[in-house]
């Protein structure tokens, strides 16, 4: 029986982003936005839009495929898919749904795509102005847990009280994605380090988050052109292949109130397995990582079920050294990251994956051949993905 898997079956062949700013500051509409990156990564591809018969999305993007495929003139659309799930927890699931349609022949060239404009429609997450509350909120927000930091804290509290954990280890995650920000052009934390004095100085959130334990908050659009192996060559640049990509979580990892019984986890341990099977490699083959940082504590957990780091040995692991491309033991959000690049839910994370399997990276690490990407830990469904060169295949 022939095996089911995505591994090699589908290529990025073109990659684009919009400009990234502040949030409420971007002078363009979200649906501009989108137009602008999906338009970038033609130009990357070496395509019209005109080719396009596909969109793939996640998070409730707001631009709508249809209108999407009349402003860029596509002749047919054919495919389009959104993955549920609030925040970046479907960045990954949203280009598995899109390689996947290639590879079921319903589509021969699909957009994945997030767009976000907070100033035309308000900022992402916000409590204020709710005036009815159901599901995990109504057992929440009495109690004045409001927001998403809040709410994260406590299941990264468990997870460093259970492994002995020091702040230290996510102060490097924080480091790490500021250093390489430096280095990239497009961040908007260039030209804004961060050293252990600013971070540990600055003020709590909800411990044990610091300020710059958090995301930003920003507008801007990234997306990503899929097409078929056997076509992976005809485009401009150096096709990167999907190896793997897996969406779900756990037993009863969305139970209310705060009752999952794997409380302290990013909810990847279903998901690593899978992902690694369908690629056909190990932990030890991935040589960089793009990690979803919402809070840098997901990080360490996600990095822990992934078989990355042995939860021992994380103070040990997590340092500044260990983390920055390109000689690291293990380069860490080499664009910058959510922290400090530009928080477009996880999309720039796949964007720069590809890039460091390509070569281009603004923080090229020394091994690159494979990335690993994970989107949105301690939500439900969450995601990940494996992309890597074709000497990999």
């Not at 060239?109 to 159901?134: D, E, M």
């Not at 096709?239 to 009752?259: E, I, K, T, W």
Request: aromatic share 8%; hydrophobic share 40%.
């Amino acid at each position: 029986m022939k095996s089911k898997t995505l591994r090699g079956q589908v290529a990025v062949a073109g990659i684009g982003e919009s400009d990234y700013y502040r949030h409420g500051q971007s002078p363009d509409s979200e649906f501009k936005l989108a137009l602008q990156a999906i338009l970038a990564a033609c130009d990357d591809a070496g395509i019209p839009p005109a080719q396009i018969d596909g969109f793939a999305s996640f998070s409730d993007d707001r631009n709508d495929a249809s209108r999407l495929a009349a402003a860029l003139g596509i002749r047919q659309l054919r495919s389009a898919t959104m993955q549920w799930g609030g925040g970046g927890g479907g960045c990954c699931a949203a280009v598995a749904n899109g390689a996947a349609a290639i590879h079921a022949g319903m589509a021969e060239c699909v957009v994945v795509f997030r767009s976000l404009a907070q100033g035309q429609f308000g900022r992402f997450g916000r409590t204020t102005g709710i005036n009815t509350i159901s599901g995990e909120k109504a057992y929440l927000m009495p109690y004045g847990v409001l927001a998403p930091p809040q709410r994260f804290a406590m299941r990264v509290r468990r997870f460093m009280h259970e492994h002995g954990v020091r702040q230290e280890a996510m102060r490097a995650i924080a480091m790490a994605s500021y250093y390489h920000a430096q280095a990239n052009p497009r961040a908007v934390m260039h030209g804004k380090p961060l050293d252990e004095e600013r971070y540990d100085q600055s003020r709590w959130v909800v411990e044990p988050f610091h300020l710059y334990d958090c995301c930003m908050e920003n507008d801007g659009a990234a997306a990503i052109i899929l097409v078929s192996q056997e076509r992976a060559r005809d485009f401009k640049s150096k096709p990167v292949y999907v190896l793997g990509a897996a969406a779900g979580s756990g037993f009863r990892a969305g139970a209310d109130p705060h009752n999952s019984p794997d409380y302290a986890s990013a909810n990847f341990g279903t998901l690593a397995p899978d992902l690694f099977r369908m690629a056909g490699i190990g932990p030890r083959d991935v040589g960089v990582v793009q990690s979803y940082e919402n809070f840098t504590g997901g990080v360490l957990m996600t990095l822990v079920e992934h078989g990355l780091v042995d939860a021992q040995d994380i103070n040990q692991f997590f340092t500044l050294d260990n983390l920055i491309a390109p000689s690291g033991k293990l380069p860490l959000n080499t664009s910058g990251g959510n922290l400090a690049e530009c928080y477009v839910h996880g999309m720039e994370l796949v964007i720069e994956a590809v890039r460091q399997v390509r070569g281009t990276s603004s923080s090229q690490a020394d091994k690159s051949d494979i990335a690993l990407v994970a989107g949105g830990p301690m939500v439900t469904p969450a995601s990940n993905l494996l992309l890597g060169s074709e000497s990999v295949l």
